[in-house]
Nanobody
Framework: QVQLVETGGGLVQAGGSLSLSCAASGRTFSRRTMGWFRQVPGKEREFVAAVRGSGGRTDYADSVKGRFTISRDPAKNTVHLQMDSLKPEDTAVYYC?????????????????WGQGTQVTVSS
């Protein structure tokens, strides 16, 4: 069992920055692909970014590429999402997610564990 706890988020003006963090429990963090998704009311949860356990390769949704950066700190079992040049359309609840060990994917169904979510609001 893996528990994920997100911190960060809040309210920011367009063009500003926010940083999200996700602390993961368990001993297999380094082997898990970790991801961030977001969801707005009435819409499906959408992929934002992911970082693999082995090699650290990162993937981003086209809508955030060049503005968001995902990273992981194995020593602290933590994954971060740095969000720069924020836009009003980035407003959503952001969720941290973890995959089973030694797997990779970018779809909602590929991830097994989820955090409680944290609200990000970008004002125009």
């Amino acid at each position: 069992q893996v528990q994920l706890v997100e911190t960060g988020g809040g309210l920011v003006q367009a063009g500003g920055s926010l940083s999200l963090s996700c602390a993961a429990s368990g001993r297999t963090f380094s082997r898990r692909t970790m991801g961030w998704f977001r969801q707005v009311p009435g819409k499906e949860r959408e992929f934002v970014a992911a970082v693999r356990g082995s090699g650290g390769r990162t993937d981003y949704a086209d809508s955030v590429k060049g503005r968001f950066t995902i990273s992981r700190d194995p020593a602290k079992n933590t994954v971060h999402l740095q969000m720069d040049s924020l836009k009003p359309e980035d407003t959503a609840v952001y969720y941290c997610a973890a995959m089973p060990p030694d797997r990779f994917g970018l779809l909602y169904r590929d991830f097994l564990y989820w955090g409680q979510g944290t609200q990000v609001t970008v004002s125009s």
